[in-house]
Nanobody, 122 residues
Framework: QVQLVESGGGLVQAGGSLRLSCVAS????????MGWFRQAPGKERESVGG????????VYADSVKGRFTISRDNAKNTVYLQMNSLKPEDTASYYC???????????????WGQGTQVTVSS
Protein backbone atom coordinates (compact mmCIF):
# COMPACT_ATOMS: atom_id res chain seq x y z
CA GLN A 1 0.00 0.00 0.00
CA VAL A 2 2.79 2.41 0.92
CA GLN A 3 5.82 2.89 -1.30
CA LEU A 4 8.92 4.73 -0.11
CA VAL A 5 11.70 5.96 -2.38
CA GLU A 6 14.91 7.41 -0.95
CA SER A 7 17.39 9.63 -2.72
CA GLY A 8 20.24 12.00 -1.95
CA GLY A 9 23.00 9.63 -0.92
CA GLY A 10 26.51 9.89 -2.22
CA LEU A 11 30.18 10.27 -1.41
CA VAL A 12 31.23 13.18 0.81
CA GLN A 13 34.28 14.14 2.81
CA ALA A 14 34.29 14.13 6.59
CA GLY A 15 32.71 17.31 7.88
CA GLY A 16 30.45 17.65 4.88
CA SER A 17 26.66 17.54 4.62
CA LEU A 18 23.97 15.64 2.76
CA ARG A 19 20.19 15.79 2.69
CA LEU A 20 18.33 12.56 2.11
CA SER A 21 14.78 12.59 0.77
CA CYS A 22 12.04 9.99 1.14
CA VAL A 23 9.01 10.36 -1.12
CA ALA A 24 5.99 8.37 0.06
CA SER A 25 3.07 7.25 -2.07
CA UNK A 26 -0.12 5.40 -1.26
CA UNK A 27 -0.77 7.15 2.04
CA UNK A 28 -0.22 10.62 3.40
CA UNK A 29 2.77 10.86 5.72
CA UNK A 30 0.65 12.64 8.32
CA UNK A 31 -1.13 9.30 8.86
CA UNK A 32 2.16 7.55 9.58
CA UNK A 33 5.11 7.54 11.89
CA MET A 34 8.04 8.20 9.58
CA GLY A 35 11.74 7.90 10.14
CA TRP A 36 15.16 6.72 9.14
CA PHE A 37 17.31 3.69 9.86
CA ARG A 38 20.82 2.88 8.76
CA GLN A 39 23.00 -0.19 8.46
CA ALA A 40 26.76 -0.13 8.09
CA PRO A 41 28.75 -3.09 6.73
CA GLY A 42 29.08 -5.74 9.42
CA LYS A 43 26.83 -3.80 11.80
CA GLU A 44 23.28 -4.19 13.05
CA ARG A 45 20.51 -2.00 11.72
CA GLU A 46 20.25 1.18 13.78
CA SER A 47 17.37 3.58 14.26
CA VAL A 48 18.39 7.14 13.45
CA GLY A 49 15.19 8.91 14.48
CA GLY A 50 11.60 9.53 13.55
CA UNK A 51 8.73 11.97 13.34
CA UNK A 52 5.25 11.30 14.72
CA UNK A 53 1.94 11.95 13.00
CA UNK A 54 1.65 15.24 14.86
CA UNK A 55 5.05 16.37 13.63
CA UNK A 56 6.74 15.86 16.98
CA UNK A 57 10.30 14.62 16.54
CA UNK A 58 11.10 11.32 18.19
CA VAL A 59 14.37 10.92 20.08
CA TYR A 60 17.44 10.76 17.87
CA ALA A 61 20.11 8.15 18.29
CA ASP A 62 22.90 9.40 20.55
CA SER A 63 25.42 8.93 17.77
CA VAL A 64 23.69 11.49 15.52
CA LYS A 65 22.01 13.87 17.96
CA GLY A 66 23.04 17.44 17.29
CA ARG A 67 24.19 16.64 13.76
CA PHE A 68 21.16 15.11 12.02
CA THR A 69 17.70 16.63 11.66
CA ILE A 70 14.47 15.02 10.49
CA SER A 71 11.84 17.19 8.83
CA ARG A 72 8.92 16.81 6.46
CA ASP A 73 7.10 18.62 3.69
CA ASN A 74 3.48 17.55 3.88
CA ALA A 75 2.57 19.10 0.53
CA LYS A 76 5.21 16.95 -1.17
CA ASN A 77 4.55 13.91 1.05
CA THR A 78 8.28 13.84 1.65
CA VAL A 79 10.45 13.27 4.72
CA TYR A 80 14.01 14.53 4.90
CA LEU A 81 17.13 13.67 6.82
CA GLN A 82 19.58 16.56 6.96
CA MET A 83 23.02 15.26 7.89
CA ASN A 84 25.72 17.71 8.93
CA SER A 85 29.25 17.29 10.24
CA LEU A 86 29.41 13.85 8.72
CA LYS A 87 31.92 11.35 10.06
CA PRO A 88 33.38 8.23 8.45
CA GLU A 89 31.41 6.14 10.94
CA ASP A 90 28.21 7.53 9.40
CA THR A 91 28.95 5.47 6.29
CA ALA A 92 25.97 3.16 5.82
CA SER A 93 22.95 2.33 3.76
CA TYR A 94 20.15 4.62 4.88
CA TYR A 95 16.55 3.42 4.78
CA CYS A 96 13.35 5.38 5.00
CA UNK A 97 10.71 3.69 7.15
CA UNK A 98 7.01 4.08 7.87
CA UNK A 99 4.81 2.64 10.60
CA UNK A 100 1.23 2.99 11.76
CA UNK A 101 2.20 3.66 15.38
CA UNK A 102 5.20 4.58 17.48
CA UNK A 103 5.20 1.06 18.91
CA UNK A 104 5.44 -0.57 15.49
CA UNK A 105 8.05 1.98 14.41
CA UNK A 106 10.22 0.82 17.29
CA UNK A 107 9.60 -2.91 16.94
CA UNK A 108 8.15 -3.89 13.57
CA UNK A 109 8.22 -1.29 10.82
CA UNK A 110 5.64 -2.06 8.15
CA UNK A 111 7.13 -0.24 5.18
CA TRP A 112 10.70 0.20 3.99
CA GLY A 113 12.40 2.03 1.18
CA GLN A 114 15.07 0.45 -0.97
CA GLY A 115 17.88 2.38 0.67
CA THR A 116 20.42 4.96 -0.42
CA GLN A 117 24.15 4.68 0.17
CA VAL A 118 26.05 7.31 2.13
CA THR A 119 29.84 7.09 2.12
CA VAL A 120 31.95 9.50 4.16
CA SER A 121 35.65 9.58 3.36
CA SER A 122 38.39 10.39 5.86
Amino acid sequence: QVQLVESGGGLVQAGGSLRLSCVASGRTITDLVMGWFRQAPGKERESVGGIARSGVILVYADSVKGRFTISRDNAKNTVYLQMNSLKPEDTASYYCAAATSIATFRRAVEYWGQGTQVTVSS
